[in-house]
Nanobody
């Protein structure tokens, strides 16, 4: 599946931003979806994930209670709503797809075969 992330930008601390990821190609409904981020000089880290039927969501500890993830299988999109943004949320954000047959941990990068190109989120003071 091909992924295209969008919605990044510059936002002040405490503000909100909504990222979107559009999928094309194979059946979107066969994929659990995730968001990861990578700050300069740091490793890529897990942010959030959602099951293919939207019945289960997961969040990284640093974003719990501030971020929400959702998907629309009819439109082949997944969104990441980011609220109460902090300076440390600054990073390139990536959406990724994990086929539902994979049984590994949802927060492991290696479980995701397809990745979008990334969108920059910059939080300023």
């Amino acid at each position: 599946v091909q992924l295209q992330a969008s919605g990044g930008g510059l936002v002040q601390a405490g503000g909100s931003l909504r990222l979107s990821c559009a999928a094309s190609g194979e059946s979107f409904g066969d994929y659990n979806m995730g968001w990861f981020r990578q700050a300069p000089g740091k490793e890529r880290e897990f942010v959030a994930a959602i099951s293919r039927k939207s019945d289960t969501t997961y969040f990284g500890n640093s974003v719990k209670g501030r971020f929400a993830i959702s998907r629309d299988n009819a439109k082949n999109t997944v969104a990441l709503q980011m609220n109460s943004l902090k300076l440390e949320d600054t990073a390139v954000y990536y959406c990724a797809a994990r086929h539902y047959r994979r049984r590994g941990d949802y927060d492991r990068l290696s479980e995701y075969a397809d990745w979008g190109q990334g969108t920059q989120v910059t939080v300023s003071s």
